[in-house]
Every structure is written in C-alpha cells, then in structure tokens.
C-alpha cells in the first residue's frame, strides 16, 4: 500500500484544514487507518484512528472534539478534518496504515505497516 497524504497549508488560530491520504492499491479496505502528526523536536505521536469500514473511530485526548477522521473505501482515501486550530497543531501530520487493529483504541508508531510522507500544517496566532 502506498499513501499519499495532501491538504497541508498555513491558517490562522481557529480556522480549519482537511487533510486526504490516497491510497493506492486494492488492498485498502482491508486496513485500519491513522493519523500521526510530529512537531519539531518532539517524537511523532498519534493523533486519530479509523476501523476498515468507517464503523469505529478513536482520536487522541488532544484532538477530541475538534479533528473528525472519516474514510472513503470507493475513492481509496482517509481525510482529517481539523476544527478550531490551536497553534500546538502545527506539526507535519501522517497517514499510515495497519493491517491489525482491535477496532477501537490508539495506534502506536511502531506497530503501523505502510506511512505516507507527512503533509506541514502551520497554525499561526
């Protein structure tokens, strides 16, 4: 599975972005999907998850309320949308893909199987 994640830009304190991971291969339905973001200096951390057929969702405490994650298996694509931006958002946000996933709960870097290049958001106050 190869991921292309997109939608990245600069926006201003509250605004929003939606960010898309396209997916190639006919294999994408069969995987569970996240959403990582890594900030300068600080280690990549788990932002959101999404079960193979959109049923399930899981997002980080951080994010709650604000980032929705949702998939479209038709158009081999996962989107982030992202509310209410704060600058601690800023980061570079990646999509990755795993094969095993209990359906619900927080991914781990080191147990995903595929990654995309990151796409930067900065988030100005």
């Known amino acids: 599975v190869q991921l292309q994640a997109s939608g990245g830009g600069l926006v201003q304190a509250g605004g929003s972005l939606r960010l898309s991971c396209a997916a190639s291969?006919?294999?994408?339905?069969?995987?569970?999907m996240g959403w990582f973001r890594q900030a300068p200096g600080k280690e990549r951390e788990f932002v959101a998850a999404i079960n193979w057929n959109g049923s399930s969702a899981y997002w980080a405490d951080s994010v709650k309320g604000r980032f929705t994650i949702s998939r479209d298996n038709a158009k081999n694509t996962v989107y982030l949308q992202m509310n209410s931006l704060k600058p601690e958002d800023t980061a570079v946000y990646y999509c990755?893909?795993?094969?095993?996933?209990?359906?619900?709960?927080?991914?781990?870097?080191?147990?995903?199987?595929?990654w995309g290049k990151g796409t930067q958001v900065t988030v100005s106050s």
């Open positions: 291969g006919r294999t994408f339905i069969t995987y569970a």
């Open positions: 990755a893909a795993v094969k095993y996933y209990s359906d619900y709960g927080p991914m781990s870097v080191g147990g995903m199987d595929y």
